[in-house]
């Protein structure tokens, strides 16, 4: 089957929601792709920051299966273990010895959680305590509540109106979020680092500045870690890496292995809003996903695979340095452990990342001007070498085409 029929097939089968990049990938290992003619590719992209042990790892693999052949599915009118288990550990991992966790099927779905628990503790507190205050560039995901939080008014213009209860302050203004919080407002919602908005670490006075706020007006800080948890930072948790403690924790992606999940994590009297009825979920929480994101933590763990994320950053900092002295067209790179950005002195990021795609190098363009290499945590320094002459390659042949000058 070539690309031309899937194409072909796809066009006359699928709603057009997807622009997609020209290849089909049919096997992954560890962190290499292989396309439908055996070529194989360096994954630095992890299907979205999601498969951060690599592609088809074992210990998710057969957790899986023993769990399959075991007990799939019987709804949450029943007490399944390996869900619990998975919510102890995630507690554990934070230090909140008092979380409390939900689970569902996608970070949009952790984001809808979190707004109804948020909105949930503001009417326990006064009934018309339900705004919330998000950061422009953020993203949380595609469903309607998570997408009023997202913090790009493009994405909301199709399907507006949406409602009129959050409101966006500029992604790194303390002053303007001051201004925007009041005593109506149920929740704070951001990311540590902000991954669809271009990978943009907020700055500590951003973050402290949220904290004290929510102190002071008895608001819920939400630190959305959907793309930042499970260990990218170089910590379980994005928050781990700055001086403030959320009080309510978004997690997806990379939670599941691959395998779709979301949760949420809240710990002290955040913990207390939800009662029974509030939200459920028909699949959330499964025996067969909590079996892999178990798995998933075990292994980060055994490996020392979280700690060794901050270092590999710092050697991912590197190579970006060198491409930045090499490229004219390369100006800087952002971002924390192994989720950083390569920032272009223009918006040719599409065009780069399509050549690198050449250069059998997976990458995206998060921005215009920006290029995300979110790379398993599995990777090795001769992996970042690999990647920092496929990038190179990349960037020279997207000079070549443009000119050298902007
Ligand atoms: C920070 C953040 N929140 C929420 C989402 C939405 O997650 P999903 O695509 O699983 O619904 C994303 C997806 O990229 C994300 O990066």
Same mark, same amino acid.
């Given at each position: ?191 540590? @680092? ?54 309510? @924790? ?73 491409? @930045? ?82």
């Amino acid at each position: 089957m070539s690309l031309a029929d899937l194409r072909a097939r796809e066009d006359a089968a699928l709603l057009p929601t997807y622009a997609r990049q020209p290849v089909a990938f049919v096997e992954g290992r560890g962190a290499t792709l292989y396309d439908d003619e055996g070529a194989a590719y360096l994954d630095f992209l992890c299907g979205l920051s999601v498969t951060s042990l690599g592609h088809a790892h074992p210990a998710v693999a057969d957790a899986v299966d023993a769990q399959m052949r075991r007990l799939v599915h019987v709804s949450n009118l029943f007490y399944t273990e390996p869900q619990i288990a998975l919510a102890e550990r995630l507690g554990a991992l934070a230090g909140w010895d008092d979380a409390r966790a939900f689970f569902c099927n996608s970070g949009a779905e952790a984001n809808e959680a979190a707004i109804k628990l948020a909105r949930r503790w503001g009417k326990q507190r006064d009934p018309g305590k339900v705004r919330v205050v998000s950061l422009a560039g953020g993203f949380h995901g595609r469903t309607l509540a998570a997408l009023l939080a997202t913090g790009s008014p493009a994405k909301h213009a199709p399907f507006a109106p949406l409602g009129d209860w959050v409101t966006h302050v500029p992604h790194d203004d303390p002053e303007a979020l001051a201004e925007a919080v009041d005593g109506d407002v149920c929740a704070i919602w951001l990311e540590v @680092v902000q991954g669809e908005g271009g990978v943009r670490p907020l700055s500590a006075a951003m973050l402290a500045t949220a904290r004290e706020l929510c102190d002071r007006y008895d608001a819920l800080l939400v630190a959305d870690e959907v793309q930042t948890g499970i260990g990218r930072l170089g910590a379980w948790y994005g928050w781990q890496t700055t001086d403030v403690v959320p009080d309510v @924790v978004c997690l997806a992606k990379a939670l599941g292995g691959g395998l779709p999940i979301g949760a949420i994590l809240a710990h002290g009297p955040a913990a207390g809003a939800f009662g029974p009825g509030d939200h459920a979920t028909t699949f959330g929480g499964g025996p067969v996903i909590a079996s892999a994101a178990l798995a998933v933590l075990d292994t980060l763990e055994a490996e020392g695979l979280v700690a060794r994320a901050g270092e590999l950053g710092a050697a991912l900092s590197a190579r970006l340095d060198a491409l @930045v002295e090499r490229h004219d067209l390369a100006v800087g790179h952002r971002g924390r452990g192994l989720l950083q950005a390569l920032v272009l002195d223009r918006p040719v990021a599409a065009d780069v990342a399509a050549a690198a795609l050449d250069e059998r190098l997976v990458v995206n363009a998060v921005a215009p001007d920006a290029i995300r290499l979110a790379p398993p945590l599995v990777i090795d320094e001769a992996d970042l070498d690999t990647m920092a002459e496929r990038l190179s390659a990349a960037l020279d042949r997207c000079t070549a085409d443009q000119g050298a000058t902007p």
